[in-house]
């Protein structure tokens, strides 16, 4: 007989919010591997390039990417492709993130 065993909701959560950092640092990832894309973010952030790798350490600057990349339906599209999700699930996994950090949720359909 095989025992099923549900992790408690505080693991859940836990494992939601690795999830949503993960996801930024795809996003992060994807931004970086993209010129196009790069020159729109700094252009957008006001960032130098070379701030990047400190930014990038903190939960609110994944967050942020994961907004950039929401922002463009065709690039949202292509980023899900890449990490193998549905689009419809990059919302809802940025807002585990960021309500972690004390950011608002934003209403993406899930």
Known sequence: MTVLAF???SSR???SIDEG????IDALAFV???????????????LEAGQ???????????VGVL???L????????FA?????????IGPLRNTLAVSVGMPGENYPS
């Open 7 to 9: 992790p408690k909701p």
């Open 13 to 15: 959560a836990a494992v």
């Open 21 to 24: 950092e993960r996801l930024g």
């Open 32 to 46: 970086a591997s993209r010129d196009e894309l790069v020159r729109r973010f700094l252009d957008v952030t006001g």
């Open 52 to 62: 990047i790798r400190t930014e990038a350490q903190k939960p609110t600057f994944l």
């Open 67 to 69: 907004d950039f990349l």
């Open 71 to 78: 922002a463009n339906e065709n690039d949202v599209i292509e």
């Open 81 to 89: 492709g890449v990490v193998n999700r549905a689009p419809r699930e």
